[in-house]
């Protein structure tokens, strides 16, 4: 069983930035394509970025395309999300999930493994 713990989450004012990480208990993460999502009380999680297994490839929503970049590393199992411009539309909890699988994936149903999520607020 995988187990993904985000951190970096918290109380920032509009335009302000954070860094999201997500650190992944699994010994082969670089087999695992990751993603975020986010979600608001009362709606669906929604798509934030992804990454393959590389790191290579990339791609983000819309909604944050050119102020969110996402990232990894995984000789330390980790997989970032730094939140630039932030809005308080960006307001929400910030989940991670991975997939042994090659891609980029944009559903949550393909993603096996999720985290706990860390609270993003982001006030006017």
């Known amino acids: 069983q995988v187990q993904l713990v985000e951190s970096g989450g918290g109380l920032v004012q509009a335009g302000g930035s954070l860094r999201l990480s997500c650190v992944a208990s699994?010994?082969?993460?670089?087999?695992?394509?990751m993603g975020w999502f986010r979600q608001v009380p009362g709606k669906e999680r929604e798509f934030v970025a992804a990454?393959?297994?590389?790191?290579?490839?990339?791609d983000v929503a819309g909604s944050v395309k050119g102020r969110f970049t996402i990232s990894r590393d995984n000789a330390k199992n980790t997989v970032y999300l730094q939140m630039n411009s932030l809005k308080p539309e960006d307001t929400a909890v910030y989940f991670c999930?991975?997939?042994?699988?090659?891609?980029?994936?944009?559903?949550?149903?393909?993603?096996?493994?999720w985290g706990q999520g860390t609270q993003v607020t982001v006030s006017s």
């Open positions: 999930a991975g997939t042994p699988s090659r891609g980029v994936y944009y559903t949550t149903r393909l993603y096996n493994y």
């Open positions: 699994e010994r082969t993460f670089s087999n695992y394509a």
């Open positions: 990454i393959d297994r590389s790191g290579y490839t990339t």
